[in-house]
Each structure stands twice: as C-alpha cells, then as structure tokens.
C-alpha cells in the first residue's frame, strides 16, 4: 500500500507547492471517485491510481501527467464525468484523461502478423494525439501486469501477449527503458512461467556466485579513478533482466557461461570525455576481451541508446562487462522520452531517439513535431512543464485507421471513403462494393471514415462495374486507378 507521500517524494525536479497542490488535490478527488471500490485484488481502487501516478513520477514526467495518471480511470468507472474533470482542473488535464479513456476502448486483438502488429501500435501512437497520453497508458499498463496474478488465467495470458505485443515495443520506441524492461519480465513471467522461473533460478545463483567479484571491482575501479581525478556519480553492480537474459541464452543452447553481460558494472560520470577516460582506465587495470568493445557513444543504437560497453578480465580471471555512460545518457535510457524533456542541450538526434527505421523513411521526414521538439526545447529552455504542453503527437496525422470485421487494421488517409477501404483490402472486393456499415450502421459510399471505426463492404454476388461516381470522391490512388481500370474493361471510359 502506498500514499499520496510516496508519490510526493518521488517527483523529479523540483518539489514546488504549486506542483504538490495539484497533485494532492487530484489525489483527493480521486479518492473520493472511487471510493468503496476494489480491484480484483481486493486492494481499494485508489491504490491502482496511485501505483500509476508513482510510475509516472519516476520517469520524471511533470505535475499534469501525475494528476492524469490519479484521475485517469474516473470517467470510465465512476459516476464523475469527464466534464467534471475539467471544470475542477482544466481543459489541459481532462484532455489527458480523455485520452486514455478513448485508447482504453480500442480492441488490441491479437495476431501473430507482425505487419498487422505494427498498425496497431501506429493507431494507438496516433490515437493518443498527445505522447503525455501514451506514458499514462504505460504507467498504468505496469501497475496492471503487477497486479495481473488477480485475474483468471486466461485473462492473464491474453493482457501479457498484448503488453508485449504492443506496449513493449511502444515504451521501446519512447525510449523507456525502465518500462520496457519492467513489462517485459512481467510479460514472460505469465506468458511462459516455466522458463521465467528457470532462468530466474539460474541468474540468482550466477550472481551469488559473482557478488564477491563484482564488489572487488568495484572498489579497485574507485580507487583507480579517484588517482586519475575522475569524478564517479555513480558506480554500482547490475544483472541482465529475466527476459532479456532468456533470449540471449536462447541464441546460445541455454549455456549461461557464454553469457558475458549477465553481470557487470555501470559506470557513471559527468562528461563524455571522462567516460572514454574511464574505458582507458578499466582496461589498464584489467585486460579487454577482443572484438567485445562497443562504442555506442559515437555510434548509438536505433532507438538512441548511448553508452560504452566493454568485457574485461576481472579480479581473478573472471570476465564480466563494464558500461560506462553520463547521467544524462544514463536517464535518457531508463526514462527516454521524459528525461530528454529535462535537458536543455542541441543537436539530439531525436529522429534516431525515436528509432524508424529506413523502411518507413516517408514518415520519417513527415515527422514535423519532432523537428517543432527541437525548436521548442531551445525556445523554452528548462521549463518543461510548458514545453510538454505543445506535445501532441501528429506525425500520424494524415493517417487514419479502420478496422476489417476480423480485425485487421487498414490504414488510410485522411477522408478516406469505404471505397479506398475496399480496394485495400482487396481489387474483387472494391469492383463488387454495394454499401458499407460503419460500426454496424449503413453508410453512403462516399462516407468519410474516421479513426478506429469498423467497415464492413457489402458487396454483391455478381460481379458489376464500379459506378463512375467513385472517382468523385476516391481519395486513394490505389482505388482510383482500380475504378478507371474496371470502367475501360466495361467500355464506360
Ligand atoms: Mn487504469
């Protein structure tokens, strides 16, 4: 059980009684909302809305996120509506809380086609608007998957699918390491408790083993860095998380004396150049492996990540890694996209942070907000809490996503007709279109589909040519030059 306090003293930043008000006085309202209801786990409701509200404080995320994260189940399941959200704290906080309601609603329902997959975590990114939105539903994702033992079996499996699905790779892209990582082992814990156990078996005792050694380094690499002047802020010992540990020991028939990085030392220090420094000194004092020196400083990974990593031969003989990074390359990998809200320096490479791959160069260079990210960090310097204001994810924004009765998720432009959709899903479908429902409802073919909408074509059995009336409102190439193609054949063009 937590309080309100513990939330409190995990803010990042600074402690303001403008911040503590809001975030009390969100407190309180929720409390009274959910008052005399459970969760499945026989905890008070109020403890979920903590939980969340906590997750969120630890990223770093500011008062209004925090307050969203304690307010974001009310209109859902309190007789309190949205309106009153916003009358009591503003139209910014109940868009917030709006937000994760509507995302709530959508059905992530599962499949095994990564391509289907990958529309999905789109749709939820572009249905959010706002990346505020996206990190509440994260944070109450992790409290969810901790307290998942509390639902039916078949429930647990089904929500640890989807966290991995399409949460995993969300916090992933967002650069949030600490969440990902979180969900990912709670994931596995209830997808597969077998290997879950087993490799959490084997990491104990490997780090048992290993504890005497990774101390003894620790205190010879202090000692060498402080003959060098070399200011350490941090130096501690650390094991590979469960999952990733699992996959690693997948890749290598499950032999965990192959498996250098399941323990090591992380090195934090202030600069860039004390962390090459700091890789001088390590491997003076103790030999490297070859080949397994990876600068991730000057070559950072897709989503980002920067750091140094080496393997060396540590106190006798034993290998283990060392990582050596700043503070701020440090909070950028656990807190991603909320730790670079609190830097105020140029020349990110934000669209690397975000991690599209070449594949999706189009919307790579469609990606406005993130190059507005970068004007504003410099316009509005270390107030974050304003400069998160104008966050509101569009680089979806001339994206909509409709959904086939089975599920599968078609993405199209904006204004879009259930005739662009028919032709998507397939030519035969669009040249035998006779009307669509939209969410079970009869619509005129040239109806504008909007975001998240189900479409169902009715088509008729015979095979008839398309109506020259659709090139007036087609919007997509695709349907268009399908029309054209089917009237030539029928002698109409
Ligand atoms: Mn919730």
């Not at 032709?423 to 969410?439: L, T, W």
């Not at 619509?443 to 009336?469: F, G, H």
Request: charged letters at 30%; a positive charge; aromatic letters at 8%.
């Amino acid at each position: 059980m937590i309080t309100i306090e513990t939330v409190l003293k995990n803010l990042r930043g600074a402690r303001t009684p403008e911040r503590e008000k809001l975030i009390r006085s969100a407190f309180e309202f929720s409390e009274q909302a959910h008052k005399g209801q459970k969760r499945k786990s026989g905890e008070d409701y109020i403890q979920h809305a903590l939980h969340t509200a906590l997750n969120i404080a630890h990223i770093g995320m500011g008062s209004k996120t925090i307050s969203g994260g304690l307010l974001h189940d009310i209109p859902e399941d309190t007789n309190i509506t949205l309106k009153e959200i916003e009358d009591k704290f503003g139209r910014e906080i109940a868009f917030l809380v709006d937000g994760v309601t509507k995302l709530g609603k959508i059905k992530l329902r599962g499949t095994k086609e990564e391509l289907y997959l990958e529309n999905l975590r789109k749709m939820f990114l572009a249905m959010a608007e706002d990346i505020r939105v996206v990190i509440i539903k994260l944070a109450d994702r992790l409290h969810n998957m901790e307290t998942l033992g509390a639902l039916p079996p078949e429930k647990q499996k089904r929500i640890a699918r989807e966290t991995l699905d399409v949460f995993v790779p969300i916090a992933n892209r967002l650069g949030i390491g600490e969440i990902k990582g979180r969900l990912e082992d709670l994931s596995f814990k209830h997808l597969d408790p077998e290997n879950y156990a087993l490799v959490k078996n084997l990491e104990e005792k490997e780090f048992g083993i290993r504890k005497k050694n990774l101390e003894k380094t620790i205190h010879e690499l202090k000692k060498e860095l402080q003959k060098s002047n070399i200011e350490v802020l941090d130096i501690y010992g650390r094991t590979k998380r469960i999952y990733r540990l699992f996959l690693k020991l997948q890749r290598h028939d499950m032999d965990i004396d192959k498996i250098y990085d399941l323990a090591g030392i992380r090195i934090i220090v202030p600069e860039v150049a004390d962390c090459y420094e700091t890789l001088g000194i390590v491997h003076k004092k103790y030999r490297p492996l070859v080949g397994r020196i990876k600068d991730y400083i000057s070559l950072p990974k897709p989503n980002g990540y920067q750091s140094i990593h080496t393997t060396v031969f540590g106190p006798e003989g034993k290998i283990m890694e060392v990582q050596i990074r700043t503070q701020r390359m440090h909070d950028e990998a656990e807190f991603g996209i909320a730790a670079h809200w609190a830097y105020n320096e140029k020349g990110t490479n934000w669209k690397s942070f975000f991690g599209f791959s070449k594949k999706e160069k189009t919307l790579d260079e469609d990606l406005t907000w993130v190059r507005q990210l970068q004007e504003w960090q410099g316009e509005l310097g270390k107030d974050n809490e304003e400069f998160i204001e104008g966050l509101k994810i569009d680089f979806f924004k001339n994206h909509i996503f409709a959904f086939t009765p089975h599920g599968d998720v078609i993405d199209l432009p904006e204004d879009a007709t259930p005739i662009d959709f028919a032709y998507k899903v397939h030519s035969e479908i669009g040249d035998r279109a006779v009307g669509a429902k939209v969410n079970g409802k009869m619509v005129p073919l040239d109806y504008k589909i909007k975001n998240a909408e189900v479409i169902e074509i009715i088509t008729a059995k015979e095979r008839k040519a398309p109506s020259q009336d659709w090139l007036r409102f087609a919007r997509t190439t695709l349907a268009k030059s399908h029309i054209k193609k089917a009237l030539k054949k029928e002698g109409v063009l």
